[in-house]
């Protein structure tokens, strides 16, 4: 299992020291353990951390985070809560990180490496800087990049179509969010689960991952599919025509 200082949970959650010991001072992230003066978090402090963060963007007040977790808490031990919090909470991607240095990336990338290229960049989440080195999020995505740009595609072009993907994207985890809300969370105000619903709850969410995934790849597989239908007719159709009506030998 992996362990934390302080500052590494702060920053592997994306937040602050300080946040971590408000959150701590007011109940809602169980306290570290001790290794003489060194406190040390684990990765389950991390669920919690992340589902405490989620909570307070989804507009929950501490008050309601503090009932919920409690309700969740009740009758059951830490470990089937933070259950529960691992799976909400862990990334929906398997690829590992990648650590890259200012430097390097700017070699590679030359003079595409511009001050408003790395800005869009950051923004999109793809990577994240971290002192001298950047963080890559997503290797594959880079991937992607580098190989449109060796196709002689401009990286002004490769940005412009990532930020419309990814508009798009939102659009689809919001409207599989809405689903889970409308037709399998009951509508009853203020529902928290019992101790009873929480293993159910938790299978549920395990779930959605892969059916949501093969359902974007499926459709996405059959709009590319209808799509280069239509772009080959309209592009090489009076081609292929020409070429279908010379005579056979």
Known sequence: MLEYRVDDLARAAGTTVGNVR?????????????????????????ARLRLILEMLKRGYAFAQIDEMITAWESGRDLADVLGLEEVLTQPWSDEAPQRVSLSELAREFGRYATPSNIRRVLRLGVVEQDGAHIVVRS???????????????????????????????????????????????????????????????????????????????????????????????????????????????
């Open 139 to 249: 290797p594959r995505l880079l991937q992607a990049g580098r190989e449109l740009l060796a196709a002689g595609v401009p990286l002004s072009a490769v940005l412009d179509i990532a930020e419309q993907v990814q508009r798009h994207t939102d659009e689809l985890a919001k409207s599989f969010l809405k689903l889970v809300d409308e037709h399998i969370l009951p509508k009853t105000e203020g529902w928290t689960p019992n101790s009873d619903e929480v293993p159910e709850l938790t299978e549920r969410a395990k779930r959605l991952r892969p059916q949501a995934q093969a359902a974007v790849s499926a459709l996405l597989a059959q709009s590319m599919s209808r799509e280069l239908t239509e772009w080959l007719d309209a592009r090489f159709g009076p081609l292929l025509k020409h070429a279908d009506d010379r005579p056979k030998i």
């Open 22 to 46: 408000v959150y701590q001072d007011r109940g809602l992230l169980p306290p570290p353990m001790r290794r003489g003066r060194v406190a040390v978090y684990t990765e389950a402090h991390l």
